[in-house]
């Protein structure tokens, strides 16, 4: 089965620019998280999903990020504009509610993103 | 305070030792527990849920001290596999899930 898939898995850009990042969650998966981990704060929750409606934004650092989940299979994550303090890796994770075991939380590979 | 605290580490333990770790967190109301494995550059992976009478699978053993409330990961007959940091992870109501920043281990030969 195919797990969480993210993109794109490296990105350098530049300060100011405008940054997507995508999300595909496990298929079938009710819940949806995006958290940024950075060496300084560890593993950091931004926002999560339930069933494509956001139910907690108060880890969203400011208002130059914003995330959304048009449907259950696809979301994404932009920060406008970019600065170099937003270099961390942005991990995709989803939940199946009932699975097994304790629904478990299945990471994506991660996205990458420096800004210079 | 952070919602879950865990020591940085390093730990640096020869093969076959036994090394702990713990964690505590802040939230009375937490409900599920877990610890992680992230290997270096990669994604987070469970390594096991921590149930409230204590857990083991294999190596490993996890508590969780309610009162206290913090968990415990104990590995036994470590190996040089091991070396990797170690995420608790703790959820209250509504799968709000919270990670510890991760204990390093490393497991020399």
């Known amino acids: 089965d195919a797990g969480v898939i993210q993109s794109p898995r490296h990105e350098v850009t530049e300060m100011g620019q405008e940054v997507t990042l995508r999300c595909k969650p496990i298929?079938?998966?009710?819940?949806l998280f995006w958290y940024r981990q950075t060496m300084m704060r560890g593993l950091e929750l931004l926002i999560y999903f339930n069933n494509n409606v956001p139910i907690d934004d108060s880890g969203m650092p400011e208002d130059r990020f914003s995330a959304k989940m048009p449907n259950a299979s696809f979301s994404t994550l932009k920060i406008q504009p970019s600065e170099p303090r937003d270099s961390a890796v942005y991990f995709c994770a989803s939940i199946l509610l009932g699975g097994r075991p304790g629904n478990t939380i299945y990471f994506g590979e991660g996205s990458w993103l420096t800004v210079v | 305070r952070k919602e879950v605290e865990q020591d940085p580490g390093p730990f640096n333990v020869p093969e076959g030792a036994t090394v702990a770790f713990n964690c505590t967190y802040s939230?009375?109301?937490?409900?599920?527990f877990f610890w992680y494995r992230q290997d270096c550059r990669k994604e987070p992976k469970l390594l096991m849920s921590v149930y409230s009478s204590g857990n083991e699978d294999g190596r490993f053993t996890a508590q969780l001290n309610r009162a206290s409330q913090y968990i415990s990961l104990l590995i036994r007959d470590s190996k040089l596999s091991d070396s990797a940091t170690y995420l608790c992870?703790?959820?209250?109501?509504?799968?709000?899930?919270?990670f510890g920043a991760g204990t390093r281990l490393f497991v020399k030969a």
């Open positions: 298929s079938g998966h009710d819940y």
């Open positions: 992870a703790v959820r209250a109501g509504g799968f709000k899930t919270i």
């Open positions: 939230n009375s109301a937490s409900q599920s």
